[in-house]
Structures are given as C-alpha cells and as structure tokens.
C-alpha cells in the first residue's frame, strides 16, 4: 500500500492554545504557518472574555481560530448565543470545535454535544466547519456504545444541516488504535477530515499527568513505545516515533484525510519549534 510520509501527515496541523495564553501565541506566532489552524480551548478557569480575546488574536496573526464549545459548560441557551454572537462579532466564528466538556452534571440545558449542534445556532452565527471529537481509546466515564451512538448521531445531523464536520481525536501514545478507530469511522460511512490528537513535546510526568486526568492508555508497554521512560520522570518526550509509526500504517486511499491535532501541554512555542525541527529532520 502507498503510505503517508510523516511529512505529508504534518502538512497543514492544526494546534491548541488556552484562553489566557495570548502572550505565548505571540510568542509562537512566527513559527506557525500563516492560515493554521489555532484551537481555543473551553476550560473551566477560563471566562468569556478570556476565550473572545484570545480567538481574536489569532485571527490577528493570520490563523484560523477554531474555538471550543464545551456543551456541558454552558448555563443557558442566552450563554451560547452571547458566546457565539460576540465570535462572530469579531470574525471568529466561521470554525468551532462542539464538544462535551467535563463537567459529571450538565451545568445547563445541553447534555452533550449534539444537542448543541441540533440547535443550528453554529450556523446561524456563521459556523462554516464544525468539529468533533474522537475516541480512539475511549472514554473513562462514557461507554463505547454512547460514543459511537454520539459520533454517527452528530455526522447524521450535520449531513442534514448540509454543514462539513471535522474529526479532532484524544491525543494518545499509540498509533494502532487510532489506526483501527479511523478504519471503523471509514467503515461507518463518516468521511470527515480526521485530525489525530498528538502531545507536542512535554516533561515525562507532566505528560503522565494529563493522560491520567483524561483517562488516556500509558501503561508500561505503551510509554515504552512511544519513548517516555517510567523511570526517568525527568526528561521529556516528544512524538517523532508515534508520527513516524503512524504515518507507515496509514494509506491515503484507505484512510482519507488524516492530519494532526497538537496538545500543546509544553507550551505553544516548544510544541512549534518541535514541528519546525522535525519537518527539517525529514
Ligand atoms: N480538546 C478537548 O477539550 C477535549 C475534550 N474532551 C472531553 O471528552 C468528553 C466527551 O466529549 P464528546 O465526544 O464531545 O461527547 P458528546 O458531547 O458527544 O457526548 C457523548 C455522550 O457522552 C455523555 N457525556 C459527555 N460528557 C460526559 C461527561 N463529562 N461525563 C459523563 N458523560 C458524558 C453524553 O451525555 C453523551 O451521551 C467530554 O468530557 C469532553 O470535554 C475530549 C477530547 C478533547
Ligand atoms: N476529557 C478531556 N477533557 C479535556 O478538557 C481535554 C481532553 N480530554 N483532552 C485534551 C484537551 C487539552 N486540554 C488541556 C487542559 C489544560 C491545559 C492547561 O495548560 N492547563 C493549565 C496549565 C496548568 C496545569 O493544569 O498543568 C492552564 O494553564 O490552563 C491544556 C490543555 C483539555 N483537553
């Protein structure tokens, strides 16, 4: 089979900052090609302006803000329209990510994503590319079965409002389940563009960190295989062999579209300088 080249998974990544990281897109911007993709994340310690801040900034710098939407968050319907009116205000809310959000008990009236999405509010404040997220390892808290009923639900409905959808996986640290995840997507008749979530380079146990907060794979045998040392907590890892590995096993005919999503737990600017010295490596 004719295979991806690490360089060719690469082309056009997208990468995520959080609300209150202006100063570190500054930072980065010189490093990331004009028109990337720059997700804002929805978190808990963020507020409205913070997240409209920082989506505007990257618009600024000549990138695409993708900012998330975090259904369980939201108090009210008037929250996300306050939301998505002040986004499209400032010319940012063409691209948005519609996504579950943590919280154990919806803070207000959207139990998931999907019912976000079944509002058609995306679209009428100018959503022209919605976001989904992935599993490929599943979710600690939410069975495979109601994953797999919300992303087939979500595709079905998007199809319906005639908007293209995006996938953005969980980041992970092998390479085989996604594999066989984005086969199962193709198998369901799902062809959005695939963007496979990746750590950009980090300290070891801040990395182990995160993968036990969001449920993600890292015993023993699979830290071993993507380069992170259990037993040396102190150095850092980045994801050259899981994109290599990654990028052999996947056939463009086969596959479709898949591209890469980085979590830049490390910082904006040590993910980007990471991309650009490993595109010169290849
Ligand atoms: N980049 C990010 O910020 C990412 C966030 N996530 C998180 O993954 C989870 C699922 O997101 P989506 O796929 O958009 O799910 P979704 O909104 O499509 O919901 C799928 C199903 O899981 C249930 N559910 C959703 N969140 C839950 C939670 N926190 N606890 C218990 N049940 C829940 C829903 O009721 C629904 O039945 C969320 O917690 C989300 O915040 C996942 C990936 C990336
Ligand atoms: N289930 C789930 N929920 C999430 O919220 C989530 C995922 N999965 N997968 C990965 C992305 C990336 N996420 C995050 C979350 C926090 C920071 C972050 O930098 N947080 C602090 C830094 C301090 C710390 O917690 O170490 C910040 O400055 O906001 C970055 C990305 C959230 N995301």
Known sequence: MATYTPAQLLEDFSIEMTGKDVPGLLEA???IPQGT??????????DLQM??????????G?????PHISARRLTSQAQLEEFLGALQAQG????????????????????????VIKTGLLQQYG????????????????SDEKLWTAITGKHATLTEQGTPGTILTQFGFDE??????????????IPYEIRVGVPGP?????????AARFGVASSAGIAKKYGLSLTNLMGTAGPDKFIKRLAKKLDPAKHGVVKLHFYTFGGLTATSEWIRDFKEKL
């Open 29 to 31: 911007a010189p490093l």
């Open 62 to 66: 000549g990138f695409i803000p993708v």
């Open 92 to 115: 940012t809310s063409t691209h948005v990510f519609s996504v579950g959000g943590d919280p154990s008990t919806p803070e207000g009236p959207y139990e998931d994503s999907h019912d």
């Open 202 to 210: 980090a300290g070891i146990k801040r990395l182990l960190s995160f």
């Open 37 to 46: 993709r720059i997700n804002v994340t929805f978190l808990g310690n963020e």
């Open 176 to 189: 085989d389940p996604v594999v066989a995840w984005i086969e199962k997507v193709r198998a369901a008749g």
């Open 127 to 142: 959503a022209q590319d919605i976001s989904i997220a992935g599993y490929p390892e599943g979710h600690p808290d939410i």
């Open 51 to 60: 997240r409209l801040t920082a989506s505007k900034a990257v618009l600024d």
